[in-house]
């Protein structure tokens, strides 16, 4: 009897077409939570993760679940971090191949404004992978350490196609395109592009990558020249000890190095080394919520922004080790 009288006062204001009850199926996205991993004292050193694509798109936990973007994720972590009085230095750990070219730019201006309000030392670490546009924001930090089995670089853009046009004439397939000016349907599938369209396409990248440069020289000018970051700059990938002596980095050290290398630059000998989780989610060291990107998986540009296939998701031009 109980349970009928609970679904007929469920059902009623369905049945009424009332619209004041709204019952979400989605677990709610709760707001950051500091956890402290390991050390004392009063001063904190922040690890923020930076791993797999980065990009502006939500990011799917199981099939149901939907985490804030990376950029999002940033922000706020960063803001948490700068209003707290005992954060005293940040760590940046990144396993990623890269992402879009506006997402990655996000945050590194998110790292460079942090830097600008909280003025304490900001270090990257590249735990294996710091590639593209996860190297575009390692160049946001005052350091970068990279360990030795890490692979880095990638400097540079692509711009992807895919052209089906020969492909759907063999198979009887047509394709019927209305459009108010010549370029409006540039970058389509199902026709290859003039040569007009093709230099305004590298005019963008060639404009993209000279914003990748400058980023780059900003960080490492007191080591190289803009000539010999340009050589570097051609899409090679070093190993992190090569990276050294190329002074793309600062130096090659394992984590727990590179947070007593903090500490040894803040002049202190106890810490409390933190992170920020999302509640009911347990991280108990510093190496905890890592998560493995294998140097050698295929890197799915699908899931950075559409859910359909690549051919049909639009020109994305992408700070991106894709092999």
């Not at 030795?148 to 759907?168: F, H, Y």
Request: hydrophobic share 45%.
């Amino acid at each position: 009897m109980k349970r009928i009288m609970l679904l007929f006062i469920l059902a009623v204001p369905i049945l009424s077409g009332c619209t004041g009850m709204n019952v979400s199926l989605l677990p709610e996205t709760k707001p950051l939570e500091e956890q402290i991993l390991e050390g004392t004292g009063n001063p904190k050193i922040l690890l923020i993760d930076l791993d797999g694509i980065i990009s502006f798109k939500q990011e799917k936990e199981g099939l149901i679940v939907q985490r804030p973007s990376k950029v999002a994720f940033f922000r706020e972590a960063l803001h948490k971090a700068a209003a707290d009085p005992d954060v005293t230095g940040v760590i940046i750990r990144i396993n990623s191949p890269g992402g879009t070219v506006a997402a990655s730019d996000a945050i590194y201006h998110e790292v460079m404004s942090f830097r600008q309000k909280k003025k304490v030392p900001v270090y990257a670490y590249v735990m294996e992978l710091g590639a593209s546009g996860a190297f575009y924001v390692a160049a946001s930090a005052d350091r970068i350490i990279a360990s030795r089995s890490s692979v880095i670089g990638s400097i540079g853009v692509v711009a992807m196609k895919t052209n089906v046009q020969d492909l759907l004439s063999k198979i009887g397939v047509s394709e019927e395109t209305y459009k108010s000016g010549p370029k409006k349907d540039f970058w389509s599938p199902f026709r290859a592009s003039t040569l007009e369209e093709q230099k305004m396409l590298q005019d963008i990248i060639d404009k993209l990558y000279a914003q990748f440069v400058d980023v780059v020289y900003a960080n490492r000018q007191r080591y190289l020249t803009m000539p010999q970051i340009k050589t570097l700059a051609d899409g090679r990938i070093l190993m992190a000890q090569d990276a050294l002596e190329a002074n793309l980095i600062d130096q090659v050290a394992y984590l727990d190095e590179a947070i007593d290398i903090m500490k040894n630059s803040l002049h202190i000998e106890q810490a409390r080394i933190a992170t920020y989780i999302r509640p009911k989610t347990f991280k108990s060291n510093i190496y905890s919520g890592y998560q493995a990107e294998p140097i050698g998986s295929t890197v799915n540009l699908i899931s950075i922004n559409a859910d359909g296939l690549l051919v049909f998701s639009g020109v994305q031009f992408m700070y991106l080790w894709n092999p």
